[in-house]
């Protein structure tokens, strides 16, 4: 902060009062990139003229704007600061229809540059200065990463995000140091214990996490935690890695030594246990084996025949929804659990609810190992509501808060909810979430203007879970009707399944032969999760086949389902 | 050495201790027994007592007010381990209970006269432990206010109860049982609260008996009929002792969970509520009958009965944990297996093997003579026993929650500081309902003692 | 008019003399009389010519009422008012119907064994004449009593008294109406 300070006029201009702000003489409130009109340029050099959604929230100033402050025209907005830009650019043609034009389409027309032949001289690149192998007695190195739920800390004060889980920890609301466990046995250290590392003349400290599959003799801290100035959510949460970063060590540091304070810190994470205890829930083979036997994933656990009961069949003759995830490619970025809590106005619970049991997040992606400590396999298996045909949770609801819709959805009914929890006792998957207390925010407006009108906002004392986004099959069936038509396959998408940026997650009729579920629910590796307990899941998997190189040490290739 | 007490005398005589001691009419019977409620001093222990369950049940209305204020959120249950002490505690006071009934209705349709002094504190402690548990699962609600959409009623919804749900039969179940046993309990006052009309002093006493007791003159064309509904309330309130706890095992044996889903519960949970039960009927006989002086009409012989009625559910009790155990092993389900495995090992085995350790081990000193004719004995190991089926309680609802099928939603439950004091505030409000009922009613049924009376001294003339 | 007294007590100590004299009443032809004792005495009832009572029977009609409403209700919710699909369970899921419907039969079976003890028994009554004996009281103690009625025909002031006399009880006194 010393250098800054010797600037003697410091004005900030941003939509936060952060750290920064808080060392500065002048504030002046910034608008989001939602509520300017700007301009920028794309990566191949196209020109994009920005405009805003919706007017300044809390009466931003755009950076035009306040640029305009300083010179001769400050009254001059936003809007007539681009487009006076651009008409002093544009000659030659009806400067009117290029405006609407440009505007409309989001980009102007030919504006990319032109690409360079260039050579790149490989005569200026050194050889990287230390390896983690040169680090002896009680240091590791240290590697800094952008964490992957707030990434560098401007999503800090991003709640959603705050307690997202991450990845592989499955930790929330703050940074864990991962540490191998054979490094941690070396340096006897145990889970949660805070230990105190120091680097360019400063400290900080961090909580370790024992990591499996962590290279040993280093230790990795994600950036973007214990900010100061973040707002309600990102304040004093987590470690401060910036501390001991340097620009000269960006991304690593070699001889970092880690000293025990003796004290511990509560790392909370939303996944109880993380090894599958011997059951076939995340079922795999090497393409070997697949070939071998196609059928190995049901092979494993018999599912019961549904010609095998007691009861009479329930027909589902009109639609009925199902959802197929590929494991394969799921690789556990967490997007689609955002999108949910997005989608259905998840709330968010905060730390210490979280550390009670009680996070709300509708989807959530398990992370397994497998194998040794040292160099496990990992699984990443997303969990929505199975829409189970025989769903234990029905069978137990005293007031027939939860029943079976027509079309096969397991349905919530709040209104009707109170709130005996039995259904969750029931549901061999544990994806219900129950409102203990008031986890909504009922007074706040801006909460209102960013929830989904279409999807209830539940209070205290009722249950809720993955509903297959029945708003939106509810938006594709209206839209079919309107044209006479059945829901065509893929019009209808769950929230989930719209961002998983590897579409492992697949939504659809399973009625329809020809939809892509059906596709790949008639795909040998589909089995169902904890299919033998009878519960008839809509909700299906397919099995991981992986390829290992044969060139790989046995002890690393996947083992045999 | 001590001369030999008249229990002792007529144990020797008749191989066991009397059911009445003797020396006593008609007379005296009714003068005791009504004295405690009219004539004697409140003893200054009653106050002390009474004052101190007052001060759990404001405990109570405060940890239920906050409660209601801020939600289920304020106890440790989460997800998976959605129900905690509030379930635990529901089946606790429920399982305590069914003694009462046991007492007053199957002992009285097989004849046996020693619960002729002792059913109604037994039907009283019902009473109450029925209101203790009764609460719960209104509490235990997200949104408690709509509680009475669990009956069936018409309303603007069209919606009804889903009968299949074992909460839905619960409801049935345990109102069933409730007006039952406060109408078995309350017939069989009503020729007392006539006794108590006629010897009352005070008018504001003597009208208040008079309207409780609707005017009961003892004629014996009414007696005739009076019979015929007591016998006929025990024929009804038999089949509850064992269908109201087995309903309630329901809650458990209908869900799919492992250490739930199991049709040993049944009768395992009615011989565990017969159990609690007796240990309850004896913390509470041997202060009365020392504290009132009341050992004639409670006897040793009562203390004797009711210490192998425990023994013998005990070693139900403890047949069932061995066949859970056995099921486990040697049954294929995997899931079944671990949840074993954990409850002996893993984070809530201490309270695994203290179940053991208070409902296995410890109440097998009952096998010994001496320790079912000590009363102070008695009252230890049945505050063990007490404890050893709360803990039974939390072993069931806990350890199979929070290991269930998906390791990756198994968790911990930690009960909060409200958890306690809704606990301990329940235990007030039943000691401070005991406490009034000892003050304002007669504890041992007076024209029951008169029949035991009239059966020793035609035992004595056929002599 | 109301008679001036109500009728006869006669006062006795055990339930062997009330039974000999209820029978010796019964005998003699009285018929409108009741017998008052602390406890229920075998036999006392037949003594005064009582048959049987009707509370079976109406525990009976009672619990008969209860389980068919239960089960006529559970029947109507589920399979005509508002079938719907719950766990893929048939609609009529008879096994779980059974506890609610076995629930209610005792508990309506319980309730008109209370009441209708209760009602047969004329009960709720608490002004009834022979409060007005100053010696009742003893009969929720440790006293027998018999009482014939003025209302009975053969009721005769000293005839009645001569012979209540002549069944060697305690005492006879007069109730006042």
């Known amino acids: 902060m010393g250098a800054l300070q010797k600037v003697p006029l410091r004005i900030y201009h941003g939509t936060h009062g952060n750290e920064t702000a808080a060392n500065c003489s002048w504030v002046v409130n910034g608008t989001h990139y939602l509520e300017e009109w700007s301009d920028v340029r794309s990566i191949d050099g196209s020109v994009s003229i920005v405009q805003p959604l919706i007017a300044p929230l809390y009466g931003g100033k755009s950076a035009h704007e306040l640029l305009n402050a300083f010179g001769a025209q400050p009254e001059l907005s936003g809007y007539e600061t681009v487009r006076g830009y651009w008409q002093s650019q544009i000659k030659g043609v009806d400067f009117e229809s290029w405006w609407q034009k440009s505007v409309h389409d989001g980009f102007v027309a030919n504006s990319a540059y032109a690409p360079l032949n260039l050579r790149v001289k490989m005569t200026s690149f050194a050889p990287p200065a230390q390896t983690a192998a040169g680090n002896t007695g009680g240091s590791v190195e240290l590697i800094f990463r952008p964490d992957p739920c707030v990434y560098d800390g401007r999503f800090a004060n991003n709640a959603w995000l705050q307690e997202l889980h991450k990845p592989m920890t499955k930790v929330v609301w703050d940074n864990p140091l991962m540490v191998s466990p054979n490094t941690a046995a070396r340096l006897d250290l145990e889970q949660q214990d805070v230990v105190e590392i120091r680097n360019a003349g400063q400290k900080v400290e961090a909580a370790v996490w024992i990591q499996p599959g962590h290279p040993d003799d280093s230790v990795t801290m994600f950036l973007g935690y214990g900010r100061q100035r973040a707002g309600r959510a990102g304040t004093g949460m987590g470690f401060n890695a910036y501390q001991i970063r340097q620009s000269t060590e960006l991304n690593s540091v070699h001889g970092v030594k880690l000293n025990k304070t003796g004290r511990t810190y509560p790392l909370i994470t939303t996944q109880g246990f993380q090894s599958m205890v011997g059951r076939h829930l995340v079922r795999e083979a090497t393409l070997e084996g697949f070939r071998k036997d196609p059928l190995f994933a049901t092979r494993v656990e018999k599912e019961p025949d549904p010609a095998e009961t007691l009861y009479p069949v329930y027909e589902y003759t009109g639609y009925a929804w199902g959802m197929a995830i590929d494991q394969n490619a799921c690789v556990g970025c967490n997007a689609c659990v955002i999108a949910c809590q997005s989608e259905n106005n998840v709330p968010v619970v905060g730390k210490m609810e979280v550390a009670r049991g009680r996070h709300m997040h509708w989807l959530r992606v398990d992370t397994y190992y497998k194998g040794g400590l040292a160099n496990p396999q990992v699984y990443f298996q997303p969990v929505p509501c199975m829409h189970c045909e025989t769903a234990p949770c029905e069978l137990v609801c005293p007031v027939a808060a939860t029943v079976h819709g027509t079309e096969g959805l397991n349905e919530m009914i709040y209104n009707r909810c109170v709130g005996t929890r039995y259904c969750s006792n029931n549901c061999p998957y544990k994806v219900r979430r129950f409102n203990f207390l008031l986890f909504q925010d009922w007074n706040m407006p801006q909460y209102k203007m960013m929830r989904n009108p279409d999807v209830t906002v539940r209070s205290r004392g009722v249950m809720e879970k993955c509903t297959y986004c029945i708003q939106r099959i509810q938006h594709g069936r209206m839209d079919a009707e309107k044209k006479d038509q059945l829901i065509p396959d893929g019009s209808v998408q769950t929230a989930c399944q719209q961002a998983c940026p590897s579409d492992a997650i697949v939504f659809g009729n399973i009625n329809d032969k020809n939809s892509r579920v059906v596709k790949l629910k008639e795909n040998p590796r589909n089995y169902g999760l904890l299919a033998d307990l009878n519960t008839r899941p809509r909700t299906t998997y397919l099995a991981v086949v992986t390829n290992p190189s044969p060139d790989l040490p046995e002890a690393e290739k996947s083992e045999h389902a | ?463 | 008019m109301r008679a001036p007294v109500y009728g006869l007590l006669a006062e006795f100590d055990t339930p062997s003399e009330i039974l000999a004299a209820t029978r010796r009443a019964y005998a003699e032809g009285y018929r409108k009389m009741d017998a008052y004792t602390p406890f229920p005495v075998h036999h006392l009832p037949e003594a005064l010519g009582m048959r049987k009572s009707a509370v079976p029977l109406v525990t009976l009609i009672g619990g008969i009422l209860g389980g068919l409403t239960a089960y006529v209700l559970q029947y109507w919710v589920h399979v005509i008012a508002y079938p719907i699909n719950i766990a893929g369970r048939p609609l009529h899921s008879w096994p779980s119907f059974i506890i609610v419907t076995f629930e209610m039969t005792v508990l309506f079976a319980g309730i008109a064994a209370f009441a209708g003890s209760l009602a047969l028994n004329g009960l709720p009554m608490p002004n009834h004449p022979i409060f007005n004996s100053e010696t009742f009281a003893q009969a929720t103690r440790d006293k027998f009593f018999l009482c014939i009625e003025a209302t009975d025909p053969r009721f005769d002031m000293v005839e009645t008294e001569r012979f209540l006399q002549a069944l060697n009880p305690r005492a006879v006194t007069e109730v006042p109406n």
């Open chain 2, 1 to 463: 050495m001590p001369e030999r007490s008249i229990t002792e005398q007529m144990q020797e005589a008749h191989g066991r201790p009397p059911v009445l001691l003797p020396g006593h009419t008609y007379a005296t019977v009714t003068d005791k027994i009504s004295a405690v409620v009219l004539s004697r001093r409140t003893p200054l222990g009653w106050y002390i007592g009474f004052l101190m369950s007052a001060g759990l049940v404001g405990v109570l209305t405060l940890a239920i007010a906050y409660l209601m204020y801020r939600g289920v959120g304020i106890w440790g249950i989460n997800v998976p381990v959605a129900w905690g002490f509030a379930i635990i505690n529901f089946v606790w006071w429920v399982g305590i209970g069914h003694a009462g009934t046991f007492i007053s209705a199957i002992l009285l349709l097989v004849k046996q006269s020693w619960r002729n002094s002792i059913n109604r504190f037994a039907e009283a402690m019902t009473l109450f432990a029925v209101m203790c548990a009764g609460m719960f699962p209104l509490l235990h609600m997200g949104r408690p206010w709509l509680f009475y959409w669990m009956f069936p009623y018409p309303n603007t919804m069209s919606m009804w109860p889903n009968f299949r749900s074992p909460l839905v039969w619960d409801v049935f179940a345990v109102s069933t049982y409730f007006t039952i046993s406060l109408l078995f309990w309350y017939l069989g006052l009503i020729p007392d609260l006539a006794c108590l009309r006629d010897r009352a002093v005070n008018k504001w006493a003597k009208r208040i008996y008079a309207g409780l007791s609707f005017g009961w003159r003892n004629s014996a064309r009414h007696w005739k009929r009076y019979e015929s509904a007591y016998l006929l309330l025990a024929g009804l309130a038999t089949p509850l002792v064992l269908s109201v706890h087995t309903v309630v095992s329901f809650d458990f044996a209908v869900a799919m969970l492992p250490g739930w889903h199991t049709t040993i519960f049944p009768p395992y949970f009615v011989a565990g509520a017969i159990f609690s039960g007796f240990a309850m009927v004896l913390i509470l006989a041997i202060p009365i009958r020392k504290i009132y002086a009341l050992d004639d009409m409670i006897t040793m012989r009562h203390l004797d009965n009711a210490a192998k009625v425990m023994l013998a559910t005990g070693l139900i009790v403890a047949y069932g944990y061995i066949m859970e155990v056995f099921f486990a092993w040697y049954g294929p389900n995997q899931y079944e297996k671990y949840m074993m495995w954990n409850r002996m090992n893993g984070p809530y085995a201490p309270v695994y093997w203290g179940l053991i350790l208070c409902n296995v081990l410890i109440p097998q000193l009952l096998w010994l003579r001496r320790i079912r004719y000590s009363p102070k004995w008695l009252f230890v190991i049945s505050l063990d026993v007490l404890l050893g089926m709360w803990l039974e309680r939390v072993v069931i609802v806990v350890t199979s929650l929070h290991r269930d099928f998906l390791p990756s939603a198994w968790g911990m439950y930690i009960p909060t500081r409200w958890d306690w004091a809704t606990f301990l505030g329940t235990l007030g409000f039943f000691a401070a309902g005991m406490f009034l009922f000892m003050r304002l009613v007669p504890a041992i049924p007076i024209f029951e003692m008169r029949e035991l009376v009239h059966k020793s001294s035609e035992e004595v003339a056929v002599k």
